[in-house]
């Protein structure tokens, strides 16, 4: 199937490692314009540096935690990228770790606080685009309990994100603008969250790759299959939706 997707300008943040990075190299592959950012100007170089073989891309140096940088960076790249046609919301706070306010203002501040400006910053851009799309990236912790090491502020951030992008699809629907999520269970990344704890806790990675019907973890293509998918034309009629990807992770039944 052809996504449709060339020359289509897209905005990743935090698309320089983990799931950012998988769906950033799939959306050159299909032909998209790229622009990334991160907090670090070395891992934005290797990023860039590497993801430049496959096709355009632009990078800018960005903490999500600082609302009035997300909104020049969104800026920034829309003129770069001489357009939006694409959202795609990754940036998460989710390393906090302990109890106390620090967890939970940081989850706030780029989480929620973060994403919203992401998201209001490129309406604009968004309104000029024949198709225009966003996708934000939480996770099955937003809508089951999971019981790994974190502070309890990641799942409930993430769950704030679904209902913001729920609004936002019938907030701006009626534009063209169309606003979904993809919640993915644990996904196995070189270098990742989940190739971490493999090594640091064995026993909780073989748990958790037990509780999956197949035995095993998701991957980064399979998640950024679904998010290409969502971001594309060929997705013109999914709007508000909230797409767990888990592979039958999640034992609910979602009605």
């Known amino acids: 199937m052809d996504l449709d997707l060339r020359d289509k300008k897209a905005l990743i943040s935090a698309g320089h490692k983990g799931t950012g990075r998988v769906v950033a190299t799939r959306l050159l592959e299909e032909g998209a314009e790229v622009a990334i950012c991160c ?85 604009p851009f968004l309104l000029e685009s024949d198709s225009p799309a966003i996708v934000q990236i939480t996770t099955i912790t937003a809508i089951e309990h999971h019981d790994v090491p974190i502070s309890p502020s990641y799942g409930a951030s993430k769950a704030a994100t679904i209902n913001l992008v729920a609004q936002l699809a019938q907030r701006w629907g009626g534009t063209g603008i169309r606003a979904n999520t993809v919640s993915p269970g644990p996904i196995l990344i070189e270098n990742g969250r989940w190739d971490e704890i493999r090594t640091r806790l064995p026993e909780l990675y073989e748990r958790d790759r037990l509780m999956h019907p ?28 909230n797409v767990v990807v888990d592979g039958g992770y999640t034992k609910r039944v979602g009605f």
């Open 214 to 241: 197949q035995e095993r973890m998701g991957t980064g293509d399979e998640v950024a299959d679904v998010v290409a998918f969502l971001a594309s034309p060929r997705a013109s009629w999914v709007n508000g939706a």
């Open 39 to 123: 907090r670090r100007q070395d891992d934005l170089d290797t990023a860039v540096g590497e993801l430049s073989e496959l096709g355009s891309v632009v990078g800018s140096v960005c903490d999500f935690a600082d609302a009035k940088a997300v909104m020049h960076w969104v800026n920034e790249a829309g003129e770069a990228l001489k357009g939006i046609d694409i959202c795609i919301g990754n940036a998460s706070a989710s390393a906090q770790h302990g109890e106390g306010p620090d967890p939970w203002r940081a989850s706030f501040d780029v989480d929620i606080l973060g994403t919203a400006m992401f998201f209001e910053t490129a309406k």
